[in-house]
């Protein structure tokens, strides 16, 4: 049996000057403060209620399997 031969190479992509200008800016920002942010009532509503429909999922799952 002939195996066929396995090259393999490195590709390193350049970034544009406008990409780099992009990233320089973002990094001279600083650091962000996560406690800044709040979330609306109804994205925390909505988060809950998905986790409770997992949960809900995960044991109808397992009654089944039991069964």
């Given at each position: 049996m002939n195996e066929p031969e396995v090259t393999y190479s490195t590709v390193r992509l350049?970034?544009?000057s406008g990409l780099q200008k992009l990233v320089?800016?973002?990094?001279?920002?600083?650091?962000?403060?996560?406690?800044?942010r709040k979330c609306s009532v109804s994205w925390?509503?909505?988060?809950?209620?998905?986790?409770?429909?997992?949960f809900l999922l995960l044991v109808i799952v397992a009654v089944l399997t039991i069964k």
């Open positions: 350049h970034k544009s320089r800016h973002e990094e001279t920002q600083g650091p962000r403060e996560a406690g800044n925390q509503l909505i988060v809950k209620a998905l986790g409770i429909l997992c």
